[in-house]
């Protein structure tokens, strides 16, 4: 992936943890949590359709940002915790090169073909 790009996942997930600081858990809440969006490739082991669907579910950003803009209006940190977990995930995954998949299989993402 482009360098610019990886960049610009480096200042979300910088985002993702500043927010993180406004909220109130213990930073291991963050560390424990922070890879627990990966949950949604268990779909993989029933097809690349399921796979891809459950996957993309957890590592959406715009699903990220709704859930900590409901947190943060219903005043539920839970809520706001759910989308930092999910936003700064889904960065730190992008910086890595795995984005969103296609159906054809877990190698198959919008930023191109992992392992190329």
Do not use: C
Not at 62 to 70: D, E, N, Q, Y
Not at 74 to 82: A, F, G, T, Y
């Amino acid at each position: 992936m482009n360098a610019i790009l990886k960049l610009e996942e480096l200042a979300m997930m910088a985002l993702g943890i500043f927010a993180f600081y406004f909220l109130h858990f213990s930073w291991w809440w963050f560390v424990g949590l922070f890879f627990m969006p990966d949950i949604g490739m268990i779909g993989y082991a029933f097809n690349n359709k399921t796979g891809a669907f459950l996957y993309n579910l957890f590592h959406h950003k715009g699903l990220a940002i709704l859930f900590w803009l409901v947190g943060f209006h219903l005043q539920l940190e839970v809520l706001q915790l759910i989308g930092v977990i999910l936003f700064s995930h889904s960065a730190f995954d992008r910086i890595l090169g795995y984005g969103l998949k296609y159906e054809q299989g877990f190698k198959f993402t919008h930023l191109g073909e992992i392992g190329k």
